[in-house]
C-alpha cells in the first residue's frame, strides 16, 4: 500500500477494500472473422479477456484461427464484427504501429541487413528514443536474452535459437504492453524447445509483461500458461488454467485434445446413458480386490515404454488405454478387473 | 568430370559471346587505330589520330589547337543517361511496388503491360512521339481544342523530348528487376517494421530501399549503358539538334565516313559502361563485406 492509498482509506473511513479482481487487460468481445466475401469464417462468438502480466496461451490444432486472432491484437487483421479493447482503450481504428503491443514472428521476420543490435534498436529508433536511452536498452535486453558477445553478427550468421532470441529482444525492447508470439518455438528441435519453453516463462515472469502465445503443442500450453483457451473451427472449447483444462475439460473435444482420454460411455459404467466419463490413463489402475473393480476388460496389449507400462483393453466394444507405474507382467489376452480413484471420472455432458 | 560438363553446357554462350561481343570490339580497336578511307572503311598506316581527334582540332600542317565541341556532346550524352536512369529509377520503383501489391491474377497482367511494348519496334514507337508531340501532333490539338494555349507548344526537337523518349523506352528495363527483387522481399518483414512502429517513410528508408538495392543497381546497368550510347530518340526527337554520342558514332559510319573515329567513340563508351560496372560490383562486394 502505498501513501495515496492510505489516504485515500483514511479519508473513506475504515471500510475495508475487497481484494483486487485481475486487471484485464486484453478485451476481446463478440468477434468475428469471416474471409474471402464470406466463405471462410476463421472465428465466431470469441470472447477473452486477457490479465496484466498473464501468460496466456491460445492453443488449438492448425487451422483454428489462432494466427488470426493474434494477427488481430497486433492491427495486421480487422474483425468482422466485435470489439477489441486494450488497456481499456477501444484499439478497432488504430494501425499496428499504434498499439503498444509487440510480435514475435513465426519464422521471426529478422531484418537480414541490420546486425543483431540494430534489429533489437529498429523499433526504438521509431519510437525516436536518444541514442544514449537506446544502446542503454540495447545492452540491457542484450544481456536478458544473452546474446551479448553476438551484436554485431548478423541474423543469417545465428542459429535458429539464437535467432529466436534476437526477435524476443527486439520485440521485448520497446516495452511493450503486451508481447504476442505465433508459433515461435515450432521450428526448433525438441530439446532446444524444452530449453526455450524454461527461457520464455522465465523472461515473461522477469519482465512482467503480458505474454500471449499461440501454439498447437498442447504439452508446451500446459507447461507455460498461466492460463489458456482451447480452440476448435474458431470457436472458444474452453478457457482456464491448464490444471482445470486438464481436470475438468468442458467437451469430448477438450478432453481428447488435451493429453490422453479413455471416453467411457456412462451406459458401460451403470450410470446414465446420455454422459460420457473421461478418465485419464495414468490414473487407471488394475484391481487387486475384485470389490474395487468398476470396469472389466480383456488385455490387448502391453507395450513397456521405461518408466510406465501402457495397457490396451478392450472393454465393452471399446479400448481402454492404462498406464501403470513400472514394468507388469500380465499377458494378453487374459481377463482383468480395472479400477480408479471416484475423483478421476470426470462428466462430459456433449 | 563435373568441371568439363558445365564448360561443354557453357561453350555455346561463350562461343556467342565471342563470336558477336568480343570479335566485333577487337575489330573496333584495331579500326580505330587506323586512317579514314575516303570512301568510307579503313586502310593503312597505323594512327591515334581519332583518338586525337576527340579532343583537338588539327589543321594541315599538324598544328593542334584544343577543341572542345565533341567533348561537350560527351558530356551531354552523360548527363542524359543519368537524367535517364534518375528518372526511370523515380518512376519505376512506385510502379513495381504497385505491382508487387496486387493480386496474383493483376501481377501477370501488369507485368505483360509493362513488356507489351517489346513486341513494337522501337522506331515505330519513337515516331509515334512525334505524331504525339509536333505542333499538329495530338497533344497540341487538344490543348488548342480545349483553347488554353493559342499557339502550338515547342514539344518536339529539344531536349526533354529527348528526355522523354529515353525514359520512355528504357523504363522497363527499370521495372522488371526491382519488381524481381521486390516480390523475392518476405512480405513478414514489412509487417515487423509495421509492428515495430515504422512510418511508410521509414519503412521504405530503411527497410525495403536497402533489400532492393541489388534490384535497383541491375536497373541503373540496365537502363544506363544502352541510354549512354543511344542515338534513335536523339535524332528523332531531338531534331539532330540534339547530337548525342551514340548519334555521333552512327554518322562518322555513314555521312562523314570516318570510320576510325566512330570506332574509337564506341570502343569510348564501353570504356565507360565497362568502368560503371566496375565501380557497381566494387560497391557491392564493399557491403557485402560489411555485412
Ligand atoms: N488472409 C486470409 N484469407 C483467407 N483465409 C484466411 C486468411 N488467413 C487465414 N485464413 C483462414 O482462416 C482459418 C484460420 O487460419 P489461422 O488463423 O492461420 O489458423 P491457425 O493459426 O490456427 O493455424 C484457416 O481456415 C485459414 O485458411
Ligand atoms: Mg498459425
Not at chain 1, 510480435?103 to 536518444?130: D, R
Not at chain 2, 519513337?126 to 490539338?141: A, E, H, K, M, Q
Request: net charge neutral; charged share 20%.
Amino acid at each position: 500500500m502505498n501513501v495515496a492509498d492510505a489516504v485515500m482509506l483514511s479519508v473513506s473511513g475504515d471500510r475495508t477494500l475487497p481484494e483486487p479482481a485481475p486487471k484485464p487487460l486484453i478485451e476481446i468481445s463478440d468477434v468475428e472473422k469471416i474471409f474471402g466475401g464470406g466463405e471462410i469464417r476463421a472465428l465466431s462468438d470469441i470472447n477473452i479477456a486477457i490479465n496484466e502480466c498473464e501468460f496466456f496461451t491460445l492453443l488449438g490444432p492448425s487451422g483454428c484461427g489462432k494466427t488470426t486472432l493474434l494477427r488481430m491484437i497486433a492491427g495486421f487483421e480487422h474483425p468482422s464484427s466485435g470489439n477489441i479493447m486494450l488497456a481499456g482503450k477501444d484499439v478497432l481504428s488504430l494501425p499496428p504501429r499504434a498499439r503498444s503491443v509487440n510480435m514475435v514472428f513465426q519464422n521471426y521476420a529478422l531484418f537480414p541487413h541490420l546486425s543483431v543490435a540494430q534489429n533489437i534498436a529498429f523499433g526504438l529508433e521509431m519510437l525516436n528514443w536518444s541514442k544514449f536511452e537506446i544502446s542503454e536498452r540495447v545492452a540491457e535486453v542484450l544481456a536478458l536474452v544473452r546474446l551479448e558477445s553476438f551484436r554485431s553478427r548478423k541474423p543469417a550468421q545465428l542459429s535458429g535459437g539464437q535467432q529466436q532470441r534476437v526477435a524476443l529482444a527486439r520485440a521485448l525492447a520497446p516495452r511493450p504492453q503486451v508481447l504476442l508470439l505465433d508459433e515461435p518455438l515450432s521450428a526448433l528441435d525438441l530439446k532446444l524447445r524444452k530449453e526455450m519453453q524454461f527461457e520464455l516463462k522465465q523472461l515473461q515472469r522477469e519482465t512482467g509483461v503480458t505474454f500471449v502465445l499461440v501454439t498447437h503443442d498442447q504439452e508446451e500450453a500446459l507447461a507455460m500458461s498461466d492460463r489458456l483457451v482451447v480452440m476448435s473451427a474458431g470457436r472458444v472449447q474452453q478457457l482456464g488454467t491448464p490444471q482445470e483444462i486438464y481436470g475438468k475439460p468442458a467437451n469430448r473435444f477438450v478432453a481428447d485434445f488435451i493429453g490422453e482420454a479413455n471416453l467411457i460411455p456412462g451406459g458401460l459404467l451403470g450410470r446414465r446413458r446420455d454422459v460420457t466419463l473421461s478418465i485419464r490413463p495414468e490414473r487407471i489402475e488394475i484391481a487387486t480386490v475384485s470389490s474395487f473393480v468398476k470396469l472389466y476388460g480383456v488385455l490387448k496389449a502391453a507395450t513397456f515404454l521405461g518408466a510406465d507400462t501402457l495397457m490396451e483393453i478392450e472393454a465393452g466394444g471399446i479400448v481402454v488405454r492404462a498406464r501403470l507405474r513400472g514394468a507388469q507382467m500380465a499377458a494378453p489376452g487374459s481377463e482383468i478387473g480395472l479400477c480408479w480413484p471416484d475423483d478421476a471420472e470426470w462428466e462430459l455432458r456433449e | 568430370m563435373r568441371l568439363k560438363t558445365t564448360l561443354l553446357l557453357l561453350l555455346p554462350a561463350i562461343g556467342l559471346i565471342f563470336l558477336f561481343m568480343v570479335i566485333p570490339m577487337l575489330i573496333s580497336l584495331l579500326y580505330s587505330f587506323m586512317t579514314a578511307n575516303v570512301y568510307g572503311g579503313v586502310t593503312m598506316p597505323l594512327t591515334v589520330d581519332a583518338y586525337v581527334q576527340m579532343l583537338f582540332d588539327q589543321d594541315f600542317s599538324g598544328n593542334l589547337t584544343f577543341m572542345p565541341d565533341y567533348l561537350w556532346i560527351m558530356l551531354r550524352s552523360f548527363y542524359l543517361a543519368v537524367a535517364t536512369t534518375v528518372l526511370s529509377l523515380a518512376l519505376g520503383f512506385p510502379v513495381a511496388w504497385y505491382i508487387m501489391c496486387q493480386s496474383p491474377a493483376r501481377r501477370t497482367l501488369l507485368l505483360t503491360l509493362v513488356t507489351l511494348p517489346f513486341w513494337i519496334n522501337t522506331l515505330i514507337r519513337t515516331y509515334c512521339w512525334i505524331l504525339l508531340l509536333r505542333d499538329s501532333g495530338l497533344v497540341n490539338g487538344f490543348l488548342q481544342y480545349l483553347g488554353l494555349i493559342d499557339h502550338p507548344l515547342p514539344l518536339l526537337y529539344n531536349q526533354p523530348a529527348v528526355l522523354l523518349g529515353l525514359v520512355y523506352t528504357f523504363l522497363p528495363f527499370m521495372v522488371l528487376p526491382i519488381y524481381a527483387t521486390l516480390e523475392r522481399l518476405d512480405p513478414r518483414l514489412v509487417e515487423a517494421a509495421y509492428d515495430l512502429y515504422a512510418s511508410r517513410w521509414r519503412l521504405f528508408r530503411r527497410v525495403i530501399w536497402p533489400l532492393t538495392k541489388p534490384g535497383i543497381a541491375a536497373g541503373t546497368v540496365l537502363v544506363f549503358a544502352p541510354a549512354l550510347g543511344s542515338f534513335l530518340q536523339p535524332d528523332m526527337l531531338g531534331g539532330g539538334k540534339q547530337l548525342l554520342i551514340g548519334s555521333l558514332i552512327e554518322m562518322q559510319f555513314t555521312s562523314s565516313r570516318n570510320w576510325p573515329f566512330g570506332s574509337a567513340l564506341a570502343i569510348l563508351v564501353t570504356a565507360a559502361v565497362i568502368l560503371a560496372l566496375i565501380l557497381q560490383s566494387r560497391r557491392t562486394k564493399a557491403m557485402e563485406a560489411r555485412a
